[in-house]
Structures are given as C-alpha cells and as structure tokens.
C-alpha cells in the first residue's frame, strides 16, 4: 500500500498557492515549502515500558524563500489562516529582505542568480506492507515486550534486552510559480539493546534495523534477539588490541560507517564554499582503490533516507561521487551549487521547517565487488573482521577519521579464531585507507538506523552500508 496524502495539507493548499501569488508580484523568485510529519518511539525493557510522540520529529510549519534580485531570505512559520496573509507580507518586506542593508562593513555580501524554476508537477508516495497506525500501539508493544522477554531469557548473563521502534510520517509540498510538488513517506526503524554482566563488568551489543515502510520490520527483529544477545556475552571475554595496522574484513554496517565519516561530510558541497574540506583540490584524482565507487542519493537506494524531492525542490538524484577511485563530483544544495557554478544534486535538507538548508548525505554507499567474504577471511595471515559500529567523525578539513567499532574478530592463517577484542578505535588517513581497499564482496547492504548532524546539530536521517571489504587499517 502507498502513503496517503495529509489532510492538514490538502486543506491549507489553496491558501498557500494564495500567498504564494501575492509573492511572486512582488519577488522575481519565491517558494513555500510546507511540511507535516508525525513520529512515535516505543520503547520495552525490564524498567518498562514508555511510548511517547518524538518531538523532534513531529512538526507542522512552512518555509517561505525569496529573491531580490541580488540575494534569498526565508521566513518560516506554523500557523495560516486567511487573516495572516497581509502580515506575512509585510513581516518579509519590511523585516526580512533590509537586512542585507545593516551587514557590517567588513562583510562582502554575495549575489546570487534566480534559482531555476522548470515547470514541474510530481505526487509520490512510498510504499508499505503494515501501517503502523492501524497496526495499533497495543500490538507494538506486545511485539516488542516479546522480543525483550525473549531476549532476557537468553541467558542468565544478560542483564537487560531493551528493543524499540520509531517510525515517522512525512507530508511534503513544495510550491513554486512553476512547481507543485507533493511526497509522502514512511520509515521505521527499531533497535535492540542487549546487556550482559560478569561480576562487576557489563558489556552491551546494539544492533539497528531499518525499513521504507512501516510494523513489518518487527518481524526482522524478533529473529535478532538471541543474536545480539549472543554477541553481548562474547564481548564479557574480550581484551584490548594491540594498537597497530592490520589487515581488516569489514561488514557492511562498519563499511557504511566509513564510506559515512570518509568520504560523506567531506564532499558536502556547502563546505566547498567555505574552505573547509580538502575533497574540493581533488576532484578528477583518484582518491581511493579502482575497485571503489561510492553513490549518495535520495534515489540511490530504497531506505529510510529516501525522498523524492529535497526541501528546495530538487528532484532526488543518484550522485557518482566516487568512480573507479577517482573522484567525480560533491553533493550539493540549491545555493552551495549556484555559488560554485554546478548544478544541484537534490541534497538540500532541513531538520525542520524552523531550521535553514544545509548540504546533507542521504543513502550513501559503496558499489559492491566480485568477492566472496570466505576468500576475504582465507586472503588474511592475521588480522581482524570488524563488526558492530557505534558512532564516528572525520575531518574534512585535513582527511582525518575516527570510529569506534564494538568488535574486532581476530583472523590467523585465514581462520577466525573465535578470540574478540574491544573496545576498537579505527583511525587513519582517508585516501590511505580507501587507496588499500584490495577486495569487495558481490552483495551490499545498507541501514538508516541513526541520524547524522552538522557540527553536533540539524539531525536528519541517513543511511549508508556497502558491501563487505577488506582494507589495511589502523586500530587502537
């Protein structure tokens, strides 16, 4: 089934094409998004169990941007009714648009042309096999109560097995003196949590599932339970590595983490304008293996990052960043790409309608390969197989990158020995580390369990992955 259209929307649609009018008399460029989501997390452990709307991701509000002729403004808002039109009108002639007149005299102020406006007419809407709506909170919870039961049942070690779920309605319009673009979308993912305890020691295995649709990923978790628990109780046996460079398998989730804080922050193009990633110098070089290409794109994949046009009215695109080792092109807004003279790629992107556009990654990953992960392990005289990433962070500026990975599976004469080590602190140099990439499995797989910020802040979701590969990277 698709995702309906929203109500609220449907019913305001006529007074923003109103104001959008009035606007267009006035400016030589303006558009309103206007947006609708709804988010709800359930959440069962042995604490309890609490189901809550996310306030993050529940908001209701609009977006008007305009151009002068010389530069853009935006005015957001959440409310419209027919008596707010005249001061709207008035709060971005009389407020907004004079304050390029007030920048210090220290300030160059650019200028900018009129974003292109192609007439366009586009409804979409994703697809889902269980509404989680009609599903019902009382059979979420009962599903989830189940997994953590079962889970806690595991094993007398393991002293919690939380699991969740989160999923997120999104009504979009974007209106324009040419484009009257419509999408709906739903996307669920949950996690599950598990810890064990030996004596006064506690480790903990997390595991992040992710779908574009809605209560069907359930039924993906409820397999998963004595897994992660499984794994939680191997960590209670664990030891610090020997810092040093190793020969790595890495699974798809540690792949996506690196394809992530590699090579995502660092070819947003919006950095490009600043100054502030290296990636700009090195375009048309190669920066990694051959057998490297990396995608990043709304449309690139089906995942819970996925749209069908971003919030400046970009359609989604499927962008080549890397080809083949050599880097091709960055993402980029609507405004970051009219600065440096290309053309956008559809990764203009809002935390909410009260926050400004930013370039930012949506499914980003890596090509797959013509390997096998059993010739990857046998390929290895001694190294690791790295599993379970947690977080990470690059540098754009000077190509650093830090990850944490939750296990490391030690390799000797191309056998797994059973052994693991963690906590595991990978580190490098990005072009060294993606220049010594020598295999890549056939298969890849992507997850947008988590959300990504901009300097600690305006989170969205993304998801990255790849398929599984082996490098020589630094651990610690």
Not at 136 to 147: F, M, N, P, W
Not at 298 to 327: P, R, W
Not at 333 to 340: E, G, I, K, P, T
């Amino acid at each position: 089934m698709k995702v309906s259209s929203s109500t609220f929307l449907s019913q305001k649609k006529p007074l923003l094409k109103k104001l959008l009018d009035c606007l267009c008399e006035e400016y030589r460029y303006a558009s309103i998004l206007a947006a609708d989501t709804s988010s709800k997390i359930f959440q069962v452990s042995k604490r309890g169990t609490a189901v809550a709307e996310d306030a993050l991701l529940s908001t209701r509000g609009y977006v008007i941007k305009v151009y002068d002729g010389k530069g853009y403004a935006e005015y957001s808002f959440n409310h419209l009714e027919e008596t707010d039109l005249d001061n709207i009108l008035i709060k971005i002639r009389k407020s907004l648009i004079p304050l390029s007149s007030a920048l210090p005299d220290c300030i160059v102020e650019s200028r900018y042309n009129s974003i292109p406006d192609e007439p366009m007419t586009l409804l979409k809407s994703t697809e889902y096999e269980e509404d989680p709506v009609s599903y019902g909170d009382q059979a979420i919870v009962e599903k989830l109560t189940s997994i953590s039961e079962k889970g806690r049942a595991y094993d007398e070690r393991i002293v919690d097995c939380s699991a969740s779920i989160n999923y997120k309605y999104i009504h979009k319009l974007f209106l324009s003196k040419n484009k009257d673009l419509e999408q709906n979308i739903l996307w669920t993912c949950g996690s599950i949590v598990a810890l064990a305890s030996k004596g006064e020691e506690i480790k903990d295995y997390y595991k992040s599932f992710s779908c574009l649709g809605g209560t069907e990923l359930l039924d993906q978790m409820t397999d998963c339970a004595n897994l992660c628990c499984k794994n939680a109780i191997e960590l209670l046996d664990s030891s610090p590595i020997t810092p040093g460079l190793y020969d790595c398998v890495c699974t798809p989730e540690v792949t996506g983490m690196i394809v992530h804080e590699a090579f995502g922050h660092g070819v947003e193009m919006d950095m490009f304008v600043k100054d502030r990633a290296l990636a700009k110098q090195y375009i048309g070089e190669y920066v990694a293996s051959p057998l490297v290409t990396m995608h990043d794109g709304a449309s690139a994949a089906k995942e819970a990052a996925t749209f069908f046009f971003d919030d400046e009215g970009t359609l989604a695109h499927d962008t080549v960043i890397i080809e083949k080792g050599i880097l091709k092109q960055g993402i980029s807004d609507a405004q970051s790409a009219m600065h440096l003279n290309t053309l956008p790629t559809g990764n203009g992107r809002r935390e909410s309608f009260e926050r400004k556009t930013y370039t930012r990654m949506t499914n980003t990953y890596f090509e797959g390969g013509k390997d096998t992960v059993e010739d990857m392990i046998a390929s290895i005289s001694y190294g690791f197989l790295l599993d379970n990433p947690s977080s990470g962070m690059e540098d754009p500026k000077n190509w650093g990158i830090q990850c944490m990975v939750n296990i490391a599976r030690e390799i000797k004469d191309g056998k797994l020995t059973g052994k693991i080590f963690s906590p595991i602190v990978l580190t490098g140099y990005v072009p060294d580390l993606l220049k010594s990439i020598s295999m890549m499995s056939d298969t890849i797989e992507l997850g947008g369990g988590g959300f990504c910020g901009k300097g600690y802040k305006e989170w969205v979701k993304v998801s990255d992955g790849g398929p599984y590969m082996k490098a020589k990277i630094r651990l610690g």
